[in-house]
């Protein structure tokens, strides 16, 4: 089964840092690009960031821009999101997601989603 | 940045009626529009890509047209199960983009 589980959400101070993981099973990971999209409580969904196949290719929406970074560990099946410089409007369910294809900016594959609070 | 808007908001509807959902995008993004489906509580599912192809297990019930700027995911009858809300996503350029959604509840 194709399966994407997300961990790695929590309550975090602003200003603070946090990581997310993303760890897929049921396909051939280093065959796919990957993505992070973002989920504000009650709101619609915005994209985060891309990453190519082999992670050699990154992409990512202004408004983590120099405060996110994404990578993966293709040995380990792992998709990574590091969190820095965490502002309250950053609080959002995070998912990550399989894009169809190498670089396809389409997801069919997403996981259930991490929560991430950005609180005092 | 390339706006999609999405109309309507809601959209209520009963099992067994035809629910068209619209997604306008504010240029061009050819055929590289992709709908979703979510329910509450949980993840979104890829319906259709490339504005109408459905994805890997979808029902025929569902289908979307459209090229350019103007878009539409028809549900032919509704099932009990289709009342959620339905985004739209431009893959055509960066930054990717998502409309507001369209609510579909039921009547």
């Known amino acids: 089964e194709v399966q994407l589980l997300e961990s790695g959400g929590d309550l975090v101070q602003p200003g603070g840092s946090l990581r997310l993981s993303c760890a897929a099973s049921?396909?051939?990971?280093?065959?796919?690009?990957m993505g992070w999209v973002r989920q504000a409580p009650g709101k619609g969904l915005e994209w985060v960031s891309l990453?190519?196949?082999?992670?050699?290719?990154?992409n990512s929406a202004d408004s983590v821009k120099g405060r996110f970074t994404t990578s993966r560990d293709n040995a380990k099946n792992t998709l990574y999101l590091q969190m820095n410089s965490l502002r309250a409007e950053d609080t959002a369910v995070y998912y990550c997601a399989k894009r169809t294809g190498a670089t396809s900016g389409a997801f069919d594959i997403w996981g259930q989603g991490t929560m991430v609070t950005v609180s005092s | 940045e390339i706006v999609l808007t999405q109309s309507p908001v809601t959209l209520s509807l009963s099992p067994g009626e035809r629910a068209t959902l619209s997604c306008r995008a504010s240029q061009s993004v050819n055929s590289n529009l992709v709908w979703y489906q979510q329910k509450p509580g949980q993840a979104p599912r890829l319906l259709i890509s490339d504005a109408s192809n459905r994805a890997t297990g979808i029902p025929a019930r569902f289908s979307g047209s459209g090229s350019g700027t103007d878009f539409t995911l028809t549900i032919s009858s509704l099932e009990p199960e289709d009342f959620a809300v339905y985004y739209c996503?431009?893959?055509?350029?960066?930054?990717?983009?998502f409309g507001g959604g369209t609510k579909v509840e039921i009547k």
């Open positions: 990453i190519s196949d082999s992670g050699g290719s990154t």
């Open positions: 996503q431009q893959r055509y350029n960066w930054p990717l983009t």
């Open positions: 049921g396909f051939t990971f280093s065959s796919y690009g």
